[in-house]
C-alpha cells in the first residue's frame, strides 16, 4: 500500500481538517494538532473550501492554520497533507487552468511547495473529462502534487475517469474519498467498492463516526437539539442509526473498546479502506480514535456489524 499510495505510506487514521477555523480557532487547532503529532498522527485532510460556510469565513481558513502550525513547529517534512478544490461542485470548476490556481492558493496557504494528495472535491461534469485529466496530471508532473484523488465520485464517473487516463498515458484518481460509515454505506459498498479493489483505488472515507452519531452519545433526538451538526444527526438516525448502536454496544461488550473504536475498526476491515478520516475536537476525544487503530474486529463481529442494517441504508 504504501509503495502504491505515497500519499498514505501506511497511515490507519486521517485527521479531518474541517474544523479548524469552524469549530475550533487557531490556538485550539494548534492544541489538538500537537496533540495528534505527539500521538504518531502524520496525515491530515483539507479543502480550500473549509469553512467557508462560516459567516465572516471565505474558505481556505483550514488550510491556513495547518500551514501555519506545520511552520511553527517544522513538521512538514513528517506530515502527509491532503487537500482539494472544487468544493460544492461549481460548474467548469476542474477546468485545468482552475486547478492549477487553485492548487497554488492551497499551496500558499498551507506554507508548503507540495502537496501529497489532491482531491477533486466534486465531479464537475461541465468540464470535459479529458480536460480534468491532463490539467490533474500536471500537477504531478510539476511537483505539486504526489498523488491525485476523487471525492464523492461515482463508480460511473470514476471508471471513466481511471479508463480514460488509461489510454492517455496520464496520471489517474488513485484514491477516493466517499461518505461510507455503519449507518450510510449505499454510496461506496457494491460496484464502487468492486471498482476500488479491482484498480487498487485507495479508500479513505469521511464520516467515519457519522457526525459523531456513532460515539454513543447521541442516544435520542434531544441529545443533539441546537448541534452544528444537527442536520446531519438526523439523517444518520433516520438511516437506522439507534438499531446499529444496539449491535456496537454487545460487541463493546466484548471487546472493552469504545464505541468510535469500533466504528473505525469496522471500517478499517473493509475491502480497499486504508485509512477513516476523522476529527475531534477535545485532547480525550483524539486519544480515544487513535486507538481504533491498534483493534481488530473478529470475523464473527465484522458480520453481526454488517447485518445491523442493509447496505442499501
Not at 474544523?19 to 502524520?42: C, H, M, N
Not at 490533474?136 to 461515482?154: H, I, M, P, Q
Not at 460511473?156 to 477516493?176: W, Y
Request: glycine share 10%; charged share 25%.
Amino acid at each position: 500500500m504504501a509503495e502504491a499510495h505515497p500519499s498514505i505510506g501506511g497511515i490507519r487514521l486521517c485527521f479531518g481538517g474541517n474544523v479548524f477555523g469552524w469549530t475550533l480557532d487557531r490556538d485550539q487547532s494548534f492544541e489538538i494538532l500537537d496533540a495528534f503529532y505527539e500521538a504518531g498522527g502524520r496525515m491530515i485532510d483539507s479543502a480550500e473550501g473549509y469553512s467557508s460556510w462560516i459567516p465572516g469565513n471565505k474558505g481556505g481558513e483550514s488550510e491556513t492554520i495547518i500551514g501555519e502550525w506545520m511552520e511553527s513547529r517544522g513538521v512538514r517534512k513528517d506530515m502527509l497533507i491532503a487537500t482539494k478544490t472544487g468544493m460544492g461542485g461549481p460548474p467548469y470548476a476542474l477546468k485545468p487552468e482552475k486547478v492549477a490556481a487553485a492548487i497554488e492558493g492551497s499551496l500558499e496557504r498551507l506554507r508548503t511547495d507540495y502537496v501529497d494528495l489532491y482531491y477533486a472535491h466534486r465531479d464537475d461534469k461541465t468540464t470535459p473529462l479529458d480536460e480534468v485529466i491532463s490539467g490533474y496530471d500536471d500537477l504531478v508532473k510539476n511537483g505539486k502534487a504526489r498523488e491525485l484523488g476523487a471525492s464523492n465520485y461515482t463508480v460511473e464517473r470514476l471508471g471513466a475517469v481511471t479508463k480514460l487516463a488509461d489510454r492517455m498515458g496520464m496520471t489517474s484518481f488513485t484514491v477516493l474519498q466517499p461518505e461510507f460509515n455503519l449507518v450510510s454505506r449505499a454510496e461506496y459498498q457494491g460496484p464502487l467498492q468492486d471498482l476500488c479493489v479491482d484498480r487498487d483505488i485507495a479508500v479513505l472515507p469521511y464520516y467515519g463516526l457519522a457526525a459523531g452519531f456513532l460515539s454513543g452519545k447521541f442516544r435520542k433526538p434531544e441529545d443533539w437539539a441546537g448541534s452544528s451538526r444537527a442536520h446531519a444527526l438526523d439523517k444518520f438516525a433516520g438511516y437506522g442509526g439507534f438499531e446499529v448502536l444496539a449491535v456496537m454496544d454487545a460487541v463493546a461488550a466484548e471487546t472493552g473498546a469504545s464505541l468510535a473504536q469500533i466504528a473505525l475498526a469496522w471500517l478499517n476491515a473493509q475491502p480497499a479502506i486504508a485509512a477513516p478520516i476523522v476529527s475531534a475536537t477535545k485532547k480525550e476525544q483524539l486519544v480515544d480514535l487513535l486507538g481504533a487503530a491498534n483493534l481488530e474486529l473478529s470475523a464473527e463481529q465484522v458480520a453481526r456489524l454488517d447485518a445491523a442494517l442493509p447496505v442499501s441504508a
